[in-house]
């Protein structure tokens, strides 16, 4: 796979997830905390794919790693919320971990993103 197909392939996957974490906090119970927690995840969760796109526009190099420092940066903060979420008994538990693994793997790609665009990798 180019590196071209992979953009393209894993925007997809960073939409599918944004769609479904979407879905997700719609359906959960509506309360004090939850409202809360949920303002802080749906900021937090589009932000990944919003900063992956803005840096696929970047003008420099140094731009384009800075955004996908962002997109870290908001799933590392999503994997938080969510993990509030299922610890405090207010999510269901299976449906969080699959969005948390998800995350998990998200994070790792970008992680992986940001050392090869340094040259580290």
């Given amino acids: 796979m180019n590196n071209e197909e992979f953009k ?3 925007k997809k996957r960073l939409y599918k997830f944004t769609l479904n974490l979407l879905k997700y906090i719609d359906k959960l ?3 004090s905390i939850t409202n809360r927690i949920s303002d802080q995840l749906i900021r ?3 932000s990944i794919i919003a900063n992956f796109v803005e840096g696929q ?3 420099s190099r140094k731009e384009f790693i800075n955004y996908m420092h962002i997109s870290l940066k908001s799933c590392n903060e999503s994997k938080l919320w969510l993990s ?3 610890d405090s ?3 269901d538990k299976g449906e969080t971990d699959i969005l948390l693994n998800e995350l998990i793997e998200t994070g790792k790609i970008i992680a992986s993103i940001i050392l090869s665009s340094k040259g580290k990798k």
């Fill in 57 to 59: 526009a970047s003008s």
């Fill in 8 to 10: 393209i392939k894993f």
């Fill in 29 to 31: 119970k509506k309360d």
């Fill in 89 to 91: 008994g207010k999510a």
């Fill in 84 to 86: 509030l979420l299922k």
């Fill in 44 to 46: 937090s969760g589009t």
